[in-house]
């Protein structure tokens, strides 16, 4: 393993725009040496982007984005995302049958929660659910910038940073909840399944609450590696703050673009995590 790594990116088969394939290509055009594709709550893309990084000379591993949460007695639990590295060890395996089965929970909830908004949003503009779930390519996993993409075709919004920063953001009249196990379930589920997790842009506030010290603690002790400190949604306090909370618990410290294609202004390369920090991760695997 050498040099510049981005190990948190993101394919059509989650919410990105560009294709496996194609983002394993503009991985190896923009020079990086690596790149973990991480799609949320799928391992759809893994098979065609290992297949791309040969064809163009760039290391690919495969990770998950599971979202999760870390309840809160009293009030609504906090939504978390746990990146799961390190679970395609063996040429060809999967996540573990634990892993998965949270997965496919996840993603039902996801397309029960993806008819919920498009109800919604064909209401409002006198279309067809269909129409909004046209936006949500064959195989990926349902998410709010899908419904974006819909409100921007229909002309609603300009774009899904516009959407994002009203009907599908905090108090949106589209942003409706999912269930998501917690992170006492997955943390373990991925540790048994040979796997390594990192917290990924644990101090983003603008996307909603976001955990304090303690619950990152209770996470460490659940056997969570990492911490993602450079991320674009961390301003340079909160990568001070990300990075004190690393070497307090000896976490390893990441970084990584959260590339989602032309969804979002996170353009690959522009956060990477050193060959040495990935190789720590990969020694702490469960
Ligand atoms: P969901 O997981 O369906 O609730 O949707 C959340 C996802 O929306 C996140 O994983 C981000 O990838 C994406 N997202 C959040 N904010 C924005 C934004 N301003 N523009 C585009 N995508 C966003
Ligand atoms: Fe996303
Ligand atoms: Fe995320
Ligand atoms: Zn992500």
């Not at 055009?29 to 709550?41: K, N, P």
């Not at 609504?76 to 746990?82: D, F, G, I």
């Not at 690959?268 to 190789?279: I, Y």
Request: hydrophobic share 40%.
């Amino acid at each position: 393993m050498s040099g510049r790594w981005d190990p948190h990116v993101h394919s059509t088969a989650s919410d990105g725009t560009d294709a496996p394939a194609e983002l394993v290509r503009q991985a190896a055009a923009a020079g990086l040496d690596g790149i973990v594709l991480t799609d949320h709550d799928t391992t759809a893309g893994w098979a065609e982007a290992r297949a791309a990084g040969q064809r163009h000379g760039i290391a690919v591993r495969c990770g998950i984005e599971v979202s999760a949460c870390v309840p809160r007695a009293g009030e609504r639990p906090v939504s978390v995302h746990l990146l799961a590295y390190e679970l395609d060890g063996d040429p060809g395996a999967g996540p573990g049958a634990t892993v998965q089965e949270l997965l496919e929970a996840t993603v039902g909830g996801r397309a029960r929660r993806m008819d919920r908004m498009a109800e919604l949003v064909a209401a409002d503009h006198g279309v067809g659910v269909e129409e909004v779930w046209a936006h949500v390519p064959p195989g990926a996993t349902p998410g709010r910038p899908h419904v974006a993409d819909a409100l921007v075709a229909l002309g609603a919004v300009a774009d899904r940073d516009e959407a994002f920063a009203t009907v599908l953001g905090p108090g949106g009249r589209y942003n409706l909840p999912h269930p998501v196990p917690t992170v006492d379930e997955v943390i373990p589920a991925v540790r048994t399944a040979g796997g390594v997790v990192v917290l990924a842009h644990p101090l983003a506030g603008r996307r909603g609450r976001v955990v304090v010290r303690e619950e990152v603690e209770q996470m460490v002790e659940l056997g969570l590696a990492g911490l993602e400190v450079h991320h674009r949604d961390h301003d340079a306090g909160e990568r001070v703050l990300a990075a004190r909370w690393a070497d307090a618990y000896e976490l390893v410290p990441t970084g990584a673009s959260d590339f989602h294609g032309d969804g979002k202004p996170n353009r690959l390369a522009e956060n990477t995590t050193g060959a040495d920090e990935l190789e720590e991760l990969w020694r702490r695997r469960g």
